[in-house]
Structure formats: C-alpha cells, structure tokens
Nanobody, 125 residues
Framework: QVQLVESGGGLVQAGGSLRLSCTAS????????MGWYRQAPGKQRELVAL???????NYADSVKGRFTISRDNAKNTVYLQMNSLKPDDTAVYSC???????????????????WGKGTLVTVSS
C-alpha cells in the first residue's frame, strides 16, 4: 500500500502565498507523474499543475505565472508554491501520484494512481 499525505493548506489573504507539500510513502518502486488538483465548492475537480519524473511541468491557464510545482525525488515529495493568491483559488487541493508499486512475491504493479485526502486552501478578499 502507498499513502500520500499533504500539508501546508490554510487561510491566507488575497495576494499572499502558501506552499503545499505532499509526501508519498509505502511500497514504491518508482514514482512517475505527480500533480496537484483542486475542487472548489460546487465545481468539478480540475488539474492545477503536473510534473513528470523528468521534471517537465504543465499548468492550468488560471495559475500560470503564479504557481510553481516542483519535486524532490529523493524524498518522494511534490511541492506547490502558490503566490499572488486570489479568492478564486479557494478550494480543497489534492495530491496525485502515478507510480509503480511493489506488490507481494516480487510482483510490480505499474501505473497505479494514488490520491491524498486533500488540504483546504482559503483565500480571503
């Protein structure tokens, strides 16, 4: 089994910054893509930012130039630096990891998706 644990959410005023972290632990063989998603009240979950194992990144248009995703492969951790926050950024932010998982008896499960429980980010105006 693999667990993803997020941290760093909270309440911040518009224009402020927050840094989210997400650490994966468990029987991990290799982590492929890691990403951050968010879901605001009454809205569908949307991709915020994605980073591949090679370090390539992709951002939602709404956060380009304000958010930066990065990862520390040695720590199995992905970060989301959020600057110039807006009230529209208020949402539950969830971490996703696509990884290759070590199973029993030497079996490796490839391309398994795991999710964290989410962390609430609230931006006040």
């Amino acid at each position: 089994q693999v667990q993803l644990v997020e941290s760093g959410g909270g309440l911040v005023q518009a224009g402020g910054s927050l840094r989210l972290s997400c650490t994966a632990s468990g029987k991990i063989f290799r982590i492929n893509d890691m990403g951050w998603y968010r879901q605001a009240p009454g809205k569908q979950r949307e991709l915020v930012a994605l980073i591949t194992s090679g370090g390539s990144t992709n951002y939602a248009d709404s956060v380009k130039g304000r958010f930066t995703i990065s990862r520390d492969n040695a720590k199995n951790t992905v970060y989301l630096q959020m600057n110039s926050l807006k009230p529209d950024d208020t949402a539950v932010y969830s971490c996703n990891a696509n990884l290759d998982e070590r199973g029993q008896l030497g079996v490796t499960w490839y391309g398994v998706d795991y999710w964290g429980k989410g962390t609430l980010v609230t931006v006040s105006s």
